[in-house]
């Protein structure tokens, strides 16, 4: 989906459907073991959270307008490595969580094709919190 379709989608009417009452929030887990840059971590922590965001309106707009009325809480964890992303991308699956995957175009600091973050959202956070719970604040 292109931005200008994103922008209506988010400025259309609301999407029916059964409204939240809970707040929901936006969790990207880092890789920790690419040994990225601060900027670079930025960047595809950036990019995680603008391709579930633009996913959401598609696949959960419900979820998408209650993270959006209630502030667009992000946390960023630090996963392990490629593995553990893709372990808790599994689990968060399972629980019906919408999960967005960031693999790097290897331009600078790291190969080409090496997933960066995991993003995981918008869903309610209790939910979120059974996933990475466990998990270290970046």
């Given at each position: 989906m292109g931005f200008r379709s994103f922008l209506h989608r988010?400025?259309?009417?609301?999407?029916l459907g059964e409204r939240l009452?809970?707040?929901?929030?936006m969790v990207c887990v880092v890789n920790q073991g690419l040994k990225m840059g601060k900027g670079k971590i930025a960047a595809q922590v950036g990019h995680g959270a603008?391709?579930?965001?633009?996913?959401?309106?598609i696949e959960k707009p419900m979820n998408l307008e209650q993270w959006l009325a209630t502030g667009q809480k992000k946390v960023c964890l630090k996963g392990r490595d490629a593995e553990h992303l893709l372990?808790?991308?599994?689990l968060a699956k399972a629980a019906g969580v919408l999960t967005t995957l960031v693999h790097d175009a290897g331009h600078t600091q790291i190969p080409s094709g090496s997933l960066t973050v995991l993003a995981l959202?918008?869903?309610?956070?209790?939910?979120?919190?059974e996933i990475t719970g466990e998990?270290?604040?970046l």
């Open positions: 988010i400025t259309a009417p609301a999407p009452n809970e707040p929901c929030k603008v391709m579930a965001t633009m996913k959401s309106g372990a808790l991308e599994k959202g918008p869903e309610i956070e209790a939910t979120l919190e998990l270290k604040l």
